[in-house]
């Protein structure tokens, strides 16, 4: 009877997870690990850091217009940009509606 005892207990079956291990209703979870641990950490304080720095800009607001497109030297070339392609755009002479369809359909080609 002792024997018998002995040998069953020692035998047991050992319960395991149906299906697949990772997945599903009767999963099993892996442990979280230190440095994953410290990958959040660090992502957070980096988070925390961009904050900061977003929200106290280094520049005041006369000298953050200064650059970009609020920069007069730069209006003043793009301004004389334009105005040079306006100048050198050829525009045609005054012309009917009807004298632009007659060209385009060829009316006075000839046959020769």
């Known amino acids: 009877m002792r024997l018998t005892q002995l040998l069953l207990v020692s035998f047991v079956k050992k319960k395991s997870t149906p299906g697949l291990t990772y997945h599903g209703k009767n999963q099993k979870f892996k442990p979280v690990k230190v440095s994953q641990k410290m990958g959040a950490v660090n992502f957070l304080m980096m988070e925390e850091q961009n904050n900061r720095y977003l929200n106290n800009p280094y520049l005041t607001k006369v000298e953050e217009d200064a650059f970009g497109n609020d920069h007069p030297k730069k209006m003043e ?10 100048a050198s755009r050829k525009f045609y002479s005054d012309r009917t509606l009807e004298e632009h369809i007659e060209d385009n359909l060829g009316k006075h080609r000839k046959w020769e």
């Open 77 to 86: 070339k793009q301004l004389a940009f334009y105005d040079m392609q306006r």
